[in-house]
Structure formats: C-alpha cells, structure tokens
C-alpha cells in the first residue's frame, strides 16, 4: 500500500510506502538521496502505533519514542495530551522542550474489566484542552493509543454529534478484539451538554486543509494484532 505526501517545500512530491510500522521512501527516492548520507535519515518516518488523523488539527496514537520523533516534527506539534499517569519520558521531555511543544497531562490508570474507573472530570478536563484551537495541531496518546485516547476521542465524537453507532465503530477499529464494553459504557453515559458553549472552529466535515495532502492509515487497520 502507498500512501503519498506532498510537501509544499521545493515542490517536491514524495511516495512513501508503508512497511511494517515504518513509512520507507519509495526506492527510487531512496536512490535519489544515497549520495545525501544524513540527509537518508530525514526521509525515514516511523509514525506512534495506532496513529491516526482525528480532525483538523486533532490526532492520536499510541506512546510514541524516540524513532517516532522525526515524523512528529512534520505535525508541526503545538500540544501534546498524555492520558498516562507515568511521569513523561525524559527523552521526550527534550524533544518537547526543543520543538517547543506544551505538554498536558492527564493521569488515568490503565484498568482492565470488570474494575474499571473511567474519571469522567479528567475526561472533560482533557476535552476542554482539545477544544481549544490555540492547542492545535495536538496529538492525544495512552500506552497503546486504544482505550483510554478511545474514550476520550469517543467523547469528543460525541460533541461532534456522531451517531453511537458510529461512536463505538470507530473505537472498536482501534480496540480491536480489546475492545471493553466498559469503555463503549462510558461513552455512552457521558454528558457532554457542559461542554457545549465551547466553539467548535474544526470540524471533521470540513476539508482538513493542512493536512488534506497527507492520506494517512490509521497502523491498526494496516496490521492488526
């Protein structure tokens, strides 16, 4: 499967194409820049696990590392939502500090069913940090990018008036055969009216002008576990 990803910059064009986790230039871009030496490197992007485009200016995954860094830079990352109650990485600590991307952390404990405690505050708290647009381009992301940033994208789906239907498809494309029925629960019961009077400037009905070039597989649907 080839994915293309046009980049205004010296109006290049470059395909690159999935294999495994890591997007490799095509081979004949590769051959291009083998007389580039370092250069190679910066046409390597390996994206987070799990890592999709939500809306416009909206994306999750799951942990990304060090390997992930250079593909992150190319988001042009304001804002980072970490649903993990871990402290954050110091290696990513850095590479925040150097790209001058603010992180937001909002601790919930990766319980597995049936003793699941979903905080719904922390959840809405974590909302009002996706609404704000001055936050964007943002990347949400758990450990795996599954439940937890699950639950939160449902909940904002939610305030995007999505379906329930479509609310939970979505979700169990991440999930997989992991889905919960907790989280779907959760959802579901969620009250977003007090979130309603925060404007909503995106929308995925919109065209996502940005990033409406860069045609992205969600890497759980392209190799499930």
Same mark, same amino acid.
């Given at each position: 499967?080839?994915?293309?990803?046009?980049?205004?910059?010296?109006?290049?064009?470059?395909?690159?194409?999935?294999?495994?986790?890591?997007?490799?230039?095509?081979?004949?871009?590769?051959?291009?820049?083998?007389?580039?030496?370092?250069?190679?490197?910066?046409?390597?992007?390996?994206?987070?696990?799990?890592?999709?485009?939500?809306?416009?200016?909206?994306?999750?995954?799951?942990?990304?590392?060090?390997?992930?860094?250079?593909?992150?830079?190319?988001?042009?990352?304001?804002?980072?939502?970490?649903?993990?109650?871990?402290?954050?990485?110091?290696?990513?600590?850095?590479?925040?500090?150097?790209?001058?991307?603010?992180?937001?952390?909002?601790?919930?404990?990766?319980?597995?069913?049936?003793?699941?405690?979903?905080?719904?505050?922390?959840?809405?708290?974590?909302?009002?940090? /996706?609404?704000?647009?001055?936050?964007? *381009?943002?990347?949400?992301? !758990?450990?795996?990018?599954? @439940? =937890?940033?699950?639950? &939160? +994208?449902?909940?904002?789906?939610?305030?995007?008036?999505?379906?329930?239907?479509?609310?939970?498809?979505?979700?169990?494309?991440?999930?997989?055969?992991?889905?919960?029925?907790?989280?779907?629960?959760?959802?579901?019961?969620?009250? /977003?009216?007090?979130?309603?009077?925060? *404007?909503?400037?995106?929308? !995925?009905?919109?065209?996502? @002008? =940005?990033?409406?070039? &860069? +045609?992205?597989?969600?890497?759980?649907?392209?190799?499930?576990?």
């Amino acid at each position: 499967m080839k994915l293309e990803l046009h980049q205004e910059t010296d109006e290049m064009c470059r395909t690159i194409q999935v294999v495994g986790d890591v997007l490799h230039l095509s081979p004949s871009v590769a051959a291009a820049a083998a007389d580039g030496g370092e250069e190679c490197a910066d046409d390597l992007f390996m994206p987070p696990l799990n890592f999709a485009i939500v809306d416009n200016g909206i994306f999750r995954s799951g942990f990304p590392d060090s390997s992930n860094f250079s593909f992150l830079q190319t988001l042009g990352l304001r804002s980072i939502i970490c649903l993990c109650p871990e402290p954050y990485p110091e290696t990513n600590v850095e590479f925040l500090k150097s790209n001058g991307i603010k992180l937001f952390q909002f601790g919930i404990e990766g319980y597995k069913e049936p003793f699941v405690n979903i905080p719904e505050d922390t959840i809405r708290e974590a909302l009002k940090v /996706v609404l704000d647009v001055r936050n964007h *381009p943002i990347l949400i992301h !758990c450990k795996r990018g599954k @439940h =937890r940033t699950g639950c &939160l +994208v449902g909940c904002l789906r939610k305030l995007q008036r999505w379906c329930l239907s479509s609310v939970f498809d979505e979700y169990q494309r991440f999930a997989a055969a992991k889905a919960r029925i907790a989280d779907q629960r959760f959802m579901e019961m969620f009250d /977003v009216s007090s979130l309603k009077h925060i *404007p909503m400037p995106f929308s !995925c009905s919109k065209r996502l @002008h =940005r990033y409406d070039k &860069l +045609v992205l597989v969600p890497t759980c649907l392209l190799f499930p576990s």
